[in-house]
């Protein structure tokens, strides 16, 4: 209690004196020593280290200190008994031993490159042969350590015994080092292809893992910009590795988490509670792919004890529906989750999962900000939202409510883009037997909130929704415009049987029911 009277004593000073190095470093020495607060320690001294006035003694000090708690960071991960902390620290440690790998392999190739070059020269000079000699002889020690090291970390790692066999061959032929890999690599690649074929629930899991991390930057002028990332994340977000690195990892977020995520994270690093450090404690978190859609993950997150390149934290991701196949394989009937997050208080959709595309015509451009598309709200979707018991809409069972999409393309303005796309675009994701025209339509659903949060005035609820009676009993209504298209420029005898079963009684009846739960319509 004393020590928090003085820092709050410190922190009234700087308001005061924002550029003075020795109340920057009294502050560092209450939240390090006296408060625990380790990374608002290390906050103080990242400031203190860009200031311009401060003297050779506070420089001193600021590395003393950064060391001191570099120390404590790296006792505390080695300690942590948790199994899956274990893991992350391996496979952080071997992701960052095998880019420098590559690093070593690069210049190892051209000092062989400069050796025979200049060997064969009609008058080469001894000194040169000489240095590029020991050159590749130095890198090739230093990458034989390195080999065997990574190798102890993961010894399945197929890129790994590649490159090993392949240096090896060209630059040591006549050694067994490069059949030896090549050993590796053969075996691997088999168990892998066997896997595949097999599609065990072990193909999923850490050996996917090991690519579905994000790497970054946790110092307060740099914070949250994305310094590495996995090779599996590229594929799961759609974005190329150079479109995400040195960006924001909000790129990856819906816009009301975007907008406030570095100050949660901020809050996260200078928050002294342990619980809210558990570096290794499962969270689940609504990404963003390219093409503005909900990725729902699990993600882990793993502070780097390592401080050289200031403080860093690791997020390995992986998507709940690969879970659901690991640990539900079993439930052949297990119906698909649907999401949804939105704003709780204007009830404007923030995010939307690919699959509420997919099934029910739900776009991406509902979301509010997107271009070309009114504000949408969940009452447009959900018939009598607005009069819901939201106790029971909390509860673990939700409530049934009838999703109404039919007349989407009617009410918003988006019928054209639509039939572009379904159109042109050659749309298969999530048609498994299910004609695009039936996209928009009416369906009874188990609707469920599953988590709301406010985050610095942003308040959001996400909604969780499968759907009833998925073997024929659900009502379908074919979206008027997309019926008359389909008549238009497709003229087979089953469309035609199509458009005739549609009863007009039936679409007149969705007629009067569309909006009668909707305020914006």
Same mark, same amino acid.
């Given at each position: 209690?004393?020590y928090?009277?003085?820092?709050?004593?410190?922190e009234?000073?700087l308001?005061?004196?924002?550029r003075?190095s020795?109340?920057?470093l009294?502050?560092?020495?209450?939240?390090?020593?006296?408060?625990?607060?380790?990374? *608002?320690? +290390?906050? =103080?001294i !990242? @400031?203190? /280290?860009?200031l311009t %006035?401060?003297?050779?003694?506070?420089?001193?000090t600021?590395f003393?200190? *950064?060391? +001191?708690? =570099?120390? !404590? @960071?790296? /006792?505390?991960?080695? %300690?942590?008994?948790?199994?899956?902390?274990?893991e992350f620290?391996?496979?952080?440690?071997?992701?960052e031993?095998f880019?420098?790998l590559?690093?070593?392999?690069?210049?190892?190739i051209?000092s062989?490159i400069?050796?025979?070059?200049?060997?064969?020269?009609?008058?080469?000079?001894?000194?040169?042969?000489?240095?590029?000699?020991?050159?590749?002889?130095?890198y090739?020690?230093?990458?034989?350590?390195?080999?065997?090291y990574?190798?102890?970390?993961?010894?399945?790692?197929?890129?790994?015994?590649?490159?090993?066999?392949?240096?090896?061959?060209?630059?040591?032929?006549?050694?067994?080092?490069?059949?030896k890999?090549?050993e590796?690599?053969?075996?691997?690649?088999a168990?892998?292809?066997?896997?595949q074929?097999?599609?065990?629930?072990d193909?999923?899991?850490?050996?996917?893992?090991?690519?579905?991390?994000i790497i970054?930057?946790?110092?307060y002028?740099?914070?949250?910009?994305?310094?590495?990332?996995?090779?599996?994340?590229p594929?799961?977000?759609?974005y190329?590795?150079?479109?995400?690195?040195?960006?924001n990892?909000?790129?990856?977020?819906?816009k009301?988490?975007?907008?406030?995520?570095?100050?949660l994270?901020?809050?996260?690093l200078?928050n002294?509670s342990?619980?809210?450090?558990n570096?290794?404690?499962?969270k689940?978190?609504?990404?963003?792919?390219?093409?503005?859609?909900?990725?729902?993950?699990?993600?882990?997150?793993?502070?780097?004890?390592?401080?050289r390149?200031?403080?860093?934290?690791?997020?390995?991701?992986?998507?709940?529906?690969?879970?659901k196949?690991d640990?539900?394989?079993e439930?052949?009937n297990k119906?698909t989750p649907?999401y949804?997050v939105?704003?709780?208080?204007t009830?404007?959709?923030?995010?939307?999962s690919?699959?509420?595309?997919?099934?029910?015509?739900?776009?991406?451009?509902?979301?509010?900000?997107n271009e070309g598309?009114?504000?949408?709200?969940?009452?447009?979707l959900?018939?009598?939202f607005g009069?819901?018991?939201l106790?029971?809409?909390?509860s673990?069972?939700?409530?049934e409510?009838?999703?109404?999409?039919?007349?989407?393309?009617?009410?918003h303005?988006?019928?054209?883009?639509?039939?572009k796309?379904?159109?042109?675009?050659?749309?298969?994701?999530?048609?498994?037997g299910?004609?695009?025209?039936?996209?928009?339509?009416?369906a009874?659903?188990?609707l469920k909130?599953?988590?709301?949060?406010?985050?610095?005035?942003?308040?959001?609820?996400?909604?969780?929704?499968?759907?009833?009676?998925?073997?024929g009993e659900?009502?379908?209504?074919?979206?008027?415009k997309i019926i008359?298209?389909k008549?238009v420029?497709?003229?087979?005898a089953n469309?035609?049987?199509?458009?005739?079963?549609?009863?007009k009684?039936?679409?007149?009846?969705a007629?009067?029911?569309?909006?009668?739960?909707s305020?914006?319509?």
């Open positions: 209690m004393w928090r009277w003085v820092q709050d004593l410190i009234d000073a308001e005061k004196f924002p003075s020795k109340l920057h009294l502050s560092c020495f209450v939240q390090h020593v006296k408060l625990k607060n380790t990374f *608002k320690a +290390l906050y =103080e !990242e @400031i203190t /280290e860009g %006035n401060k003297i050779a003694e506070e420089d001193v600021c003393c200190y *950064k060391t +001191l708690i =570099e120390q !404590e @960071i790296v /006792e505390y991960d080695e %300690n942590d008994k948790e199994s899956q902390g274990n620290s391996k496979i952080m440690a071997f992701h031993g880019m420098e590559e690093g070593i392999f690069a210049e190892a051209a062989f400069d050796f025979w070059s200049e060997l064969l020269e009609a008058s080469p000079y001894i000194t040169r042969l000489y240095h590029s000699g020991s050159q590749v002889v130095d090739t020690d230093v990458i034989m350590e390195k080999y065997v990574l190798n102890s970390i993961n010894p399945n790692h197929i890129r790994l015994h590649q490159a090993y066999g392949d240096f090896t061959r060209i630059v040591l032929p006549e050694s067994n080092e490069s059949s890999a090549f590796k690599l053969e075996n691997e690649t168990v892998l292809i066997t896997r074929q097999l599609d065990t629930c193909m999923r899991h850490l050996e996917e893992d090991q690519g579905r991390f970054i930057n946790g110092n002028k740099n914070m949250g910009i994305i310094t590495d990332l996995g090779p599996s994340i594929e799961m977000f759609g190329s590795k150079a479109e995400l690195i040195n960006r990892v909000n790129v990856l977020m819906p009301i988490f975007a907008e406030v995520h570095d100050r994270l901020s809050g996260y200078m002294t342990e619980k809210a450090h570096p290794h404690k499962n689940i978190v609504f990404a963003l792919n390219k093409e503005g859609y909900l990725v729902p993950c699990d993600i882990v997150i793993y502070i780097l004890p390592t401080l390149e200031g403080v860093r934290l690791a997020g390995f991701l992986r998507e709940v529906d690969l879970q196949e640990f539900d394989h439930d052949v119906k649907y949804i939105y704003d709780a208080d009830h404007s959709i923030q995010g939307i690919q699959n509420c595309w997919a099934s029910f015509g739900i776009s991406s451009r509902l979301v509010e900000g598309i009114g504000d949408v709200g969940v009452e447009d959900f018939m009598d009069r819901l018991d106790e029971k809409l909390k673990e069972e939700g409530v409510v009838v999703l109404d999409t039919s007349k989407l393309e009617q009410y303005l988006i019928s054209d883009q639509v039939l796309e379904i159109e042109c675009s050659g749309d298969n994701e999530g048609s498994d299910m004609e695009q025209g039936t996209r928009f339509r009416q009874r659903v188990q909130m599953i988590a709301e949060a406010d985050y610095f005035g942003n308040r959001v609820q996400i909604l969780r929704f499968t759907e009833l009676n998925q073997e659900t009502q379908k209504i074919k979206s008027p008359k298209r008549e420029n497709t003229a087979t469309q035609d049987q199509e458009v005739d079963d549609v009863e009684s039936d679409v007149d009846s007629d009067d029911e569309i909006g009668d739960g305020s914006k319509i």
